[in-house]
């Protein structure tokens, strides 16, 4: 069994398609398809179903798929130690990160990190299932560091550093009957309607998690997710939301009111995680400790 066996079953595994696999790989689809053949004649298993409807991994292949990202991720990591034992640091590190929070300020840190380390190579991932997405991606070794919000606070099988914590404030058009109140309770807001981002964003999860120890249904109008976005369909009339003063210092606030809300803590914390399960290599630990530098620089005064 080759490497390059791994990684290209890893391919079709994580895409299931052998064309996309194909394009990820630059390889042509017919040297895909040859050597996922060579691997399961090796194996002795079918690792896909290929159908009309698409592929699949069989029992075998999601058996095979853990071992195989482990075996992969140790390589990886074998060679960045070998380099970094030179005095170089290379290698490829998977960055998740969230649709528009700017906290860290990723533009910088990626021209940092190539001033620094020239042979690292970051790729830059969104989760269209928001930070639930992007934990569950770097449990699945698709990702090697991401920036997530943990609502419940950070679990137990990802090494987490908190980065800015922020309340999420009740955001009105101007001209609202709530726009000249300093505070509500979420029980005065039953019955209303809310622009936020869909679920398995840690915005979203905040404040439906006060909204259910409320007893207080919710309704959500418009899910959004570019939660920059969120005040100008505030603005529109599309419903109500919650933001933290950090974005609206970032996006513009004209046409809004900000309310607190006096009864629940809606506290959105960022944290920078990865896998308790795997070590990071030489180069995750590069753009971590960039990460890190960064930390005081903006939002600190949130932090804690």
């Given at each position: 069994?080759?490497?390059?066996?791994?990684?290209y079953?890893?391919?079709?595994?994580?895409?299931?398609?052998?064309?996309r696999?194909?394009?990820?790989?630059?390889?042509?689809?017919?040297?895909?398809?040859?050597?996922?053949?060579?691997?399961?004649?090796?194996?002795?298993?079918?690792?896909?179903v290929?159908?009309?409807?698409?592929?699949?991994?069989?029992?075998?292949?999601?058996?095979l798929?853990?071992?195989?990202r482990?075996?992969?991720?140790?390589?990886?990591?074998a060679?960045?130690?070998?380099?970094?034992?030179?005095?170089a640091?290379?290698?490829t590190?998977?960055?998740?990160?969230?649709?528009?929070?700017?906290?860290?300020?990723?533009?910088t840190l990626?021209?940092?990190l190539?001033?620094?380390?020239?042979?690292?190579?970051?790729?830059?991932r969104?989760?269209?299932?928001?930070?639930?997405?992007?934990?569950?991606?770097?449990?699945?070794?698709?990702?090697?560091v991401?920036?997530?919000?943990?609502?419940?606070?950070?679990?137990?099988?990802l090494?987490?550093?908190?980065?800015?914590?922020?309340?999420?404030l009740?955001?009105?058009?101007?001209?609202?009957?709530?726009?000249?109140?300093?505070?509500?309770?979420?029980?005065?807001?039953?019955?209303?309607?809310?622009?936020?981002?869909?679920?398995?964003y840690?915005?979203?999860?905040?404040?439906?998690?006060?909204?259910?120890?409320?007893?207080?249904?919710?309704?959500i109008?418009?899910?959004?997710?570019?939660?920059?976005?969120?005040?100008?369909?505030?603005?529109?009339?599309?419903?109500?939301?919650?933001?933290?003063?950090?974005?609206?210092d970032?996006?513009?606030?004209?046409?809004?009111?900000?309310v607190?809300?006096s009864?629940?803590?809606?506290?959105?914390?960022?944290?920078?995680?990865t896998?308790?399960?795997?070590?990071?290599?030489?180069?995750?630990?590069a753009?971590?400790?960039?990460?890190?530098?960064?930390?005081?620089?903006?939002?600190?005064?949130?932090?804690r």
């Open positions: 069994m080759e490497l390059r066996q791994l990684d079953f890893l391919a079709v595994a994580d895409t299931l398609s052998f064309t696999a194909a394009k990820r790989l630059h390889v042509v689809q017919s040297g895909v398809s040859a050597t996922i053949k060579a691997l399961e004649r090796e194996l002795g298993a079918q690792l896909f290929r159908g009309p409807a698409g592929v699949a991994l069989t029992p075998a292949g999601q058996e798929a853990p071992h195989a482990a075996t992969v991720d140790a390589a990886r990591a060679k960045e130690a070998v380099a970094a034992a030179g005095g640091i290379r290698g590190v998977k960055l998740g990160t969230l649709t528009s929070i700017n906290v860290i300020d990723l533009p990626l021209a940092d190539h001033a620094r380390h020239p042979g690292v190579l970051v790729q830059l969104s989760a269209r299932a928001g930070s639930a997405g992007l934990a569950q991606q770097l449990r699945d070794g698709h990702l090697d991401a920036l997530v919000v943990f609502p419940d606070g950070p679990p137990a099988d090494h987490t550093r908190l980065v800015a914590a922020f309340q999420l009740l955001v009105v058009p101007s001209g609202h009957p709530l726009a000249g109140r300093g505070s509500v309770t979420v029980a005065e807001l039953a019955g209303m309607s809310f622009v936020d981002g869909p679920p398995g840690g915005n979203r999860a905040v404040v439906d998690r006060a909204f259910a120890a409320a007893g207080v249904p919710r309704t109008a418009l899910e959004v997710a570019d939660i920059a976005t969120t005040a100008t369909h505030i603005r529109n009339g599309l419903g109500l939301g919650f933001l933290s003063r950090f974005i609206l970032e996006i513009g606030d004209a046409g809004l009111a900000t607190s809300v009864d629940y803590d809606l506290t959105w914390r960022l944290y920078v995680a896998s308790a399960a795997r070590p990071a290599g030489a180069a995750t630990r753009v971590l400790s960039l990460i890190e530098e960064m930390i005081p620089q903006r939002g600190a005064a949130g932090v």
